[in-house]
């Protein structure tokens, strides 16, 4: 009884830790899932559902850390990348689903100037209070910078074709357009690249240039609960499950809920959706900031990025050819194609010489609040 006891003191000790917050939300779960039921008000089961997808995600990303460090190094990582992005991705696909096309790509650029901005800004600004500067290696980030440029570059190219070819880009306030199948075939020619390309950056991060990555000053191998891999895997597919419920709870009341509160789809995708898919991610890029371990928070912060753009989104890609009404083209209207370039600049300015300060994170949360405002009046 006394073991159990101080078993149970320890679990609600660490709901109040900066690891473990997220889990203070799970009521939000049932209560989203019987909203949804009852047939509540949209706003009010989309908000719900926002909130309860957050310790989804945050279970499995603990999961996932707990079953990395059993495992070894090579498998480890592999497995940190391979689910880090899961929960957006299954919101995405629900999103793809439900042939909400510029949801989901709204959701991608969201990521991706998300962790470039926000997550990488928060972590600077509070990582640099009470310190001159912070250092991390420019190597490594510099290696992600230039995995983003390619991903920019592919990004763009199919808008510069259809702009060519005189059809013009989506509009923001569009759910899906329907290119025609030269464009899909593009697009699946690029996403194709784009995964070949991803699965290169991870035979350089993981094999050949392993300690570029993985700094030894800085590796983690303390987990929250030591679970048996057994128990890792069990809790991975629950959290799994998980995620995939609230999903389906989010994606089908957005529609309403965007109309009912006065916000575009596009600004729920870009900015709301894109946040609590990773939410757990970004303090955990924040805390480790903190502790000074800036090579491991901007690892989080670019290479979450890297990932969203050379993996999530040609996956969509490939999967919406047998998911929902007709294959998604990586077709991007003018505003994200002018916010996904901005951020990949900016951020291969500020890490480019491998140091930062407190106002560096100012300005990259500011640029993101000037987009966020934007997004906001469309």
Do not use: C
Not at 187 to 204: C, D, E, K, R
Not at 286 to 295: D, E, P, Q, S
Not at 367 to 375: E, K
């Amino acid at each position: 009884m006394a073991n159990g006891g101080s078993e149970d003191a320890r679990g609600l000790a660490f709901l109040f830790t900066p690891k473990g917050w997220p889990y203070i939300l799970v009521p939000f779960i049932p209560i989203a899932i019987a909203l949804d039921v009852a047939n509540a008000s949209s706003v009010v089961i989309f908000f719900t559902a926002a909130l309860g997808i957050i310790p989804t995600a945050a279970l499995m990303g603990i999961a996932t850390e707990e079953l990395a460090a059993r495992s070894g190094p090579g498998i480890g990582g592999l497995l940190n990348v391979t689910f880090g992005n899961a929960p957006e991705l299954i919101i995405a696909l629900f999103a793809l689903g439900s042939g909400l096309h510029e949801v989901v790509k709204a959701s991608i650029i969201g990521s991706i100037i998300g962790n470039i901005l926000l997550v990488l800004g928060g972590a600077m600004f509070v990582g640099g209070i009470g310190r001159d500067k912070q250092r991390f290696s420019a190597t490594a980030a510099n290696v992600q910078s230039l995995m983003l440029f390619l991903a920019a570059a592919a990004l763009i190219m199919p808008a510069i074709f259809e702009l060519i070819e005189g059809r013009g880009l989506p509009s923001v306030g569009a759910e899906r357009v329907d290119y025609g199948s030269t464009i899909e075939h593009l697009s699946l020619a690029v996403a194709i690249v784009l995964i070949g390309t991803y699965v290169a950056g991870l035979l350089f991060s993981l094999k050949t240039h392993r300690d570029i990555f993985n700094p030894p000053d800085e590796e983690e191998t303390e987990t929250a609960f030591g679970w048996s891999p057994r128990h890792s895997i069990i809790m991975l597919a629950i959290a799994g499950i998980a995620v995939g419920v609230m999903s389906e709870v989010l994606v089908g009341s957005i529609a309403d809920a965007s109309e009912s509160v006065g916000l575009s789809e596009f600004f729920i995708g870009v900015i709301i959706v894109a946040i609590v898919g990773n939410a757990a991610e970004h303090w955990v890029a924040v805390l480790v900031a903190h502790k000074n371990k800036m090579n491991l928070a901007v690892n989080i912060a670019i290479g979450s990025s890297a990932q969203v753009a050379l993996f999530v989104a040609p996956v969509l890609v490939l999967i919406s050819f047998v998911l929902g009404p007709f294959p998604m083209p990586l077709v991007f209207n003018g505003l994200e194609l002018g916010a996904i370039m901005l951020a990949i600049l900016i951020a291969n300015f500020v890490t480019h010489e491998g140091e930062s300060t407190w106002f560096e994170g100012v300005q990259l949360l500011s640029v993101y609040t000037v987009l966020g405002i934007v997004f906001f009046f469309i």
